[in-house]
């Protein structure tokens, strides 16, 4: 085994995001669009806002949340918590009174004009984009606000 300069055994690191991940964008990252919600959590029948995020997350943390198997024709609970996190991220934590819940996750593909700054960047590469603002847009009710980690 090699050791360090000191003669140490090199520290591992447990954590799979601890590790340095490549950054450059590639065709095999893995992008989702999430749907997030910002409504007045005061007057929550009053409209709010749809916002829709571009998230990208970068290969090598995607085989982290697929593990040694293919891409499943079905978004994980790993990846759809991961992406709505990201996107909450990207869009940032409201001023009270508003509060935003997430509507919905799929996946997509890169959208051709994306433009190449992101609004947030996670340390594993992963990347958050305000693709478009819908003002004037009712609050859905609960029973079409679905995780799939719930059912």
Known sequence: MDLDDDGREPQIALNPFDWTMSKARTIHDYYVTVFLHRYDKDNPLKSGERIEIVVRIPEEAAKIFFGSGRRSTVISHKIYRRAAR??????????????????????????????????????????????????????????LIVDPGTT
């Open 86 to 143: 990201i996107a909450r991220q990207t869009v940032g934590m409201p001023q009270a009174p508003w509060a935003i819940e997430r509507i919905s996750v799929v996946e997509s593909k890169m959208p051709s004009d994306l433009p190449e700054t992101s609004g947030f960047q996670d340390t594993d590469g992963s990347e958050g984009w305000i693709y478009s603002v819908k003002s004037g847009v009712p609050r859905p009710p609960p029973t």
